[in-house]
């Protein structure tokens, strides 16, 4: 449903987006991230038809977002980052410009409004001035904008940077809720995000792919899969336990953290240390009350792989 080939973006002599080359099904929300100053952004406005391409193209639901703008755009909700709107209307004038651009008409005009306004919770705020909102809120109308007309694809621009905790909750929330039918790319830096709401995620680094792969398959890439750490409650255990755990053959390194009697035991490459660990929990009849295995980090992958793009193998 999107598909963009050799896109490439060019400021002068700078490059930001460099040559990337990636398709999305129906069904998956992509996350798409990267360091500040990456492409993200960049690679989200070509996408949207906000900005045109030095090189390369994109295809949105068929339709060459170059050649034929207004089809692909049809099908197409876009949330910008900072989510911009006309902050001198009220709410409900706002909401009605935008049906009036997606030329939305009669019984379907009101039925996609009610359905939007009760899915983002904005009756409350219909008559209030946009520029007079929290930016819960600005967020939620810039989320209704992009819904109005029921779109296919639906790309969205750091939808929860600034938001707090609760918000954050409430937009991932209508984030898996809409992805049930539509294709979603989340533009985002926030790792959590991509953890619960994203079927795939794409790493950019100086405008390049250094990772295609799901969240799962990003955190086995992490020098901490299958880890495991656990906490202690005596400081002499903690103590003698940091060199016993050390010395076990399937163990690459520990982390200690004395403050929380916290131990890491780090595992070689493809080796499980959880048999081995548990059986010298045993031995030596350590009182661990807390124990847990790690799938693995993803903001270590991601550090691994925006700090060094050119060492990382290809994606």
Not at 55 to 82: F, N, T, W
């Amino acid at each position: 449903m999107i598909k963009t080939t050799n896109l490439t973006k060019r400021y002068g002599a700078k490059l930001a987006v460099d040559d990337l080359s990636f398709a999305v099904a129906p069904g998956e929300v992509l996350g798409f991230l990267g360091a500040n100053g990456a492409g993200k952004s960049t690679t989200m406005r070509m996408i949207a038809g906000f900005i045109a391409p030095s090189a390369g193209s994109v295809s949105v639901c068929g339709h060459d977002i170059q050649r034929d703008p207004v089809a692909a755009k049809r099908c197409m909700g876009y949330l910008p980052e900072g989510a911009p709107s006309y902050g001198e209307m009220t709410v409900d004038e706002f909401l009605a410009f935008i049906a009036d651009i997606r030329a939305l008409r009669g019984a379907q005009r009101r039925a996609r409004r009610t359905e939007v306004v009760e899915r983002l919770g904005l009756a409350g705020v219909l008559g209030q001035i946009v520029e007079t909102l929290s930016k819960g809120y600005r967020r939620r109308v810039g989320l209704a904008q992009a819904l109005i007309h029921d779109p296919q694809v639906l790309i969205l621009d750091e939808p929860t940077d600034g938001l707090d905790p609760n918000q954050k909750h409430e937009v991932r929330r209508l984030i898996n809720e809409l992805s049930k039918d539509k294709l979603v790319i989340v533009s985002t830096h926030i790792l959590e995000e991509v953890r619960e709401v994203c079927t795939r995620a794409i790493i950019i680094a100086d405008g390049r792919i250094v990772a295609d792969d799901t969240p799962g398959g990003l955190e086995a890439r992490s020098r901490y899969h299958n880890a495991v750490s656990l906490r202690f409650e005596r400081a002499g255990e903690f103590e003698a336990a940091q060199a016993a755990v050390g010395a076990l053959a399937d163990v690459a390194g520990i982390e200690a953290q004395a403050r929380e009697l916290r131990l890491t035991a780090i595992p070689h490459a493809g080796r499980n240390v959880l048999p081995a660990l548990s059986e010298l929990i045993v031995a030596r009849a350590w009182s661990v009350p807390e124990l847990h295995l790690e799938s693995g980090r993803l903001d270590e992958v991601f550090r691994t792989l925006t700090q060094s793009p050119a060492a990382t193998a290809t994606p």
